[in-house]
């Protein structure tokens, strides 16, 4: 399978087998999700693998997903500017600039860009992932959890594994609605491909193998709008982090 294949079969999967990933294997990842592409090679991000039952428990808790304390590799993702400060204060440099929101922008680019080539090393190995926003849940519990110093924030779990059987592939909004040239286009221009997808999408929900449901895009904007965890402590969190007190 080329590459782009690969990447256009991406699906989430949130069942694993209980086959580990081996520490090799595990190493080889972090090592092609380190040649990802960094802002000013400042490389601000870490992995935090969770390895001990406890403390994975007491993750799960937070995601509220049962499926997280049970088979795969989790790892959090971490936007970290801190050991970058660390080692400008023993150059006898003011690390403050790293604070700033463009310093943190960079940083949540940097983790991303690197957890996807991480994902993508993972399938090409036959593996499954499934990214887990909902680790900031209860941001402040994480960095508690993971003794996160200033000038880090977690931003999302990962889960790693052998599949457990094979979800469906998930339809896409269509390129009309992803894809302008030379300005923003509003939804008004792409009413129909909106239809289209719409209905494409109902046909996906309704048919799938796995938790089949009446469902479409429009419910989706409005569980996003409807959340039981709004997550709006975040601001002060990162204020509480050390980031954008400028």
Do not use: C, W
């Not at 779990?157 to 040239?181: C, M, Q, S």
């Amino acid at each position: 399978m080329d590459t782009i294949e690969l990447l256009n079969q991406h699906r989430s999967q949130r069942t694993f087998s209980a086959k580990p990933i081996n520490n090799e294997l595990l190493s080889q990842l972090i090592t092609t999700a380190q040649h990802a592409a960094s802002s000013i090679f400042l490389q601000a991000y870490s992995f935090i693998s969770i390895t001990d039952p406890v403390l994975r428990q007491q993750i799960a808790a937070v995601t509220t997903m049962p499926f997280v304390q049970q088979n795969g590799h989790l790892l959090i993702v971490v936007a970290d500017q801190h050991r970058n400060a660390t080692l400008a204060q023993q150059q006898g440099l003011n690390p403050q600039l790293l604070s700033a929101a463009d310093r943190f922008l960079a940083s949540v680019e940097d983790a991303t860009l690197a957890t996807q080539n991480l994902v993508t090393a993972a399938e090409s190995r036959g593996l499954g992932t499934v990214f887990l926003g909902s680790a900031l849940n209860d941001a402040a519990k994480v960095i508690e959890l993971l003794h996160l110093p200033k000038l880090t924030m977690p931003l999302f779990g990962l889960l790693i594994g052998y599949p457990d059987g094979e979800n469906e592939l998930k339809p896409r909004l269509p390129e009309a609605a992803v894809h302008f040239t030379n300005g923003y286009q509003e939804p008004t221009t792409y009413t129909a491909a909106l239809t289209d997808y719409q209905q494409t999408l109902q046909q996906y929900y309704q048919a799938r193998s796995h938790n089949a449901r009446h469902a479409d895009f429009d419910q989706v904007i409005r569980g996003a709008l409807t959340s039981k965890h709004p997550r709006r402590e975040l601001l002060t969190i990162l204020h509480q982090q050390g980031f954008l007190n400028e």
